[in-house]
């Protein structure tokens, strides 16, 4: 099934020289972070404001008729750089030519299940979405996955596409470092545009490391104005577990902010991290002895369109007792997809 939708720009964009359309993935399209994500993709926050998108949206059958409505309102927001959107549930046709692609659909975690009944729940789609990108997208597609076990998923389909370099596969670790900017810009009492160089190691779970060694407010080390006792104890205990607090609080799981962070890593990506470190999982090439394919958050520079991992910081002890405990929690999760891979 297939909706498709070609827009005519409606208001002025004369004061920008625009560049050639691209085409956009997102799957999960018609769920809650794809509702705040696609007005943030479409007012140009992610590839610019002279980058003319082409959205390609993907749900399952049941999903269809929320789509439906969804791209009713797209079209109704009249954003001038839409040139045109496709629903469907085919991800071949989703992933046709896709210069970037949101892995946001999948199967919440419900109260009865857990980590590994949702590895076991949602592995199997990544498979069939990997063997899709294989086949259809731009050669030179960025991929983020933001749908839970994000780091394993994109693991799983990165695995299902062999003919992509294993570096335009990434899993989504921004919304915990901007959890983690947001407790050390209120604890300092100043706008989160002061801080720098934070960034989270490991797996997007609670046993995730935010690092706070290099981060600074204000050109000041986060370290010279926080002890270890904060820094590693309530500091690391409430973006670890941020999550679990919005859904006791909201009901519902994050949506804008996990929407929020999505465009921040793609944009950083698309546009480059202006010599800032950002935190991207991606599969591992050894560095700082993360065994090779697993799909790691690291520091991270964006330049040119490529990732550049920052492979040379030191590690103190606490830094390396959470890098292998993350190993150790991926490797497990890595294991029981063995069979996906
Ligand atoms: P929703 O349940 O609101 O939306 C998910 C949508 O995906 C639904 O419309 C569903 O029909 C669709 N879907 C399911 N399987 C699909 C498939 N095979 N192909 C295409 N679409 C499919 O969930 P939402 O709140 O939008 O969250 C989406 C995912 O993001 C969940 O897995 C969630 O756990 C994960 N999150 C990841 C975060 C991160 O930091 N990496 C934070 C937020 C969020 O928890």
């Given amino acids: 099934m297939s909706i498709e939708s070609t827009k005519i720009a409606v208001n002025s964009t004369d004061s920008y020289e625009m560049k050639k359309t691209i085409r956009v993935a997102v799957t999960g399209a018609a769920g809650n972070i794809g509702y705040a994500l696609l007005w943030r993709i479409a007012s140009g926050d992610c590839f610019g404001k002279n980058q003319p998108v082409i959205l390609q949206l993907l749900e399952i059958p049941v999903g269809m008729q929320r789509l439906d409505g969804v791209i009713m309102e797209l079209n109704d927001s009249a954003f001038p750089l839409v040139h045109g959107i496709v629903g469907t549930d085919d991800p071949h046709i989703a992933f046709k030519e896709a210069e970037a692609i949101f892995l946001v659909g999948s199967r919440p975690r419900t109260k009865d299940m857990d980590r590994s009944d949702l590895v076991a729940a949602n592995g199997p789609i990544f498979v069939g979405q990997g063997k899709a990108i294989d086949a259809v997208a731009s050669r030179n597609v960025k991929v983020i996955t933001v749908g839970n076990p994000c780091n394993t998923n994109a693991l799983i389909a990165c695995a299902n596409a062999p003919s992509i370099p294993t570096r335009q596969f990434t899993a989504m670790t921004r919304l915990d470092q901007n959890r983690a900017v947001g407790q050390i810009a209120e604890h300092a009492g100043v706008p989160a545009s002061k801080i720098q160089d934070l960034f989270i190691w490991g797996n997007h779970a609670n046993t995730m490391y935010p690092d706070p060694r290099f981060a600074t407010v204000d050109g000041k080390l986060v370290t010279e104005l926080f002890d270890d006792e904060w820094l ?71 330049e040119d369109g490529n990732v550049i991992v920052v492979d040379d910081l030191p590690l103190d002890a606490f830094a390396q007792s959470k890098i292998d405990e993350n190993v150790g929690v991926l ?7 063995s069979e996906l891979l």
């Avoid at 519902?252 to 793609?266: G, T």
């Avoid at 490797?331 to 997809?337: I, T, Y």
């Fill in 331 to 337: 490797l497990e999760e890595r294991n029981a997809v």
């Fill in 232 to 302: 590693q104890g309530p500091f690391l205990d409430t973006v670890a577990t941020r999550g679990k607090a919005i859904i006791v609080a909201r009901g519902a799981s994050s949506a804008a902010s996990a929407a929020s962070a999505a465009i921040d890593h793609m944009h950083d990506w698309w546009q480059g991290s202006n010599g800032l470190m950002v935190s991207m999982a991606l599969p591992s090439e050894g560095w700082y002895g993360v065994p090779e394919g697993l799909v790691f958050s690291f520091p991270c520079r964006c």
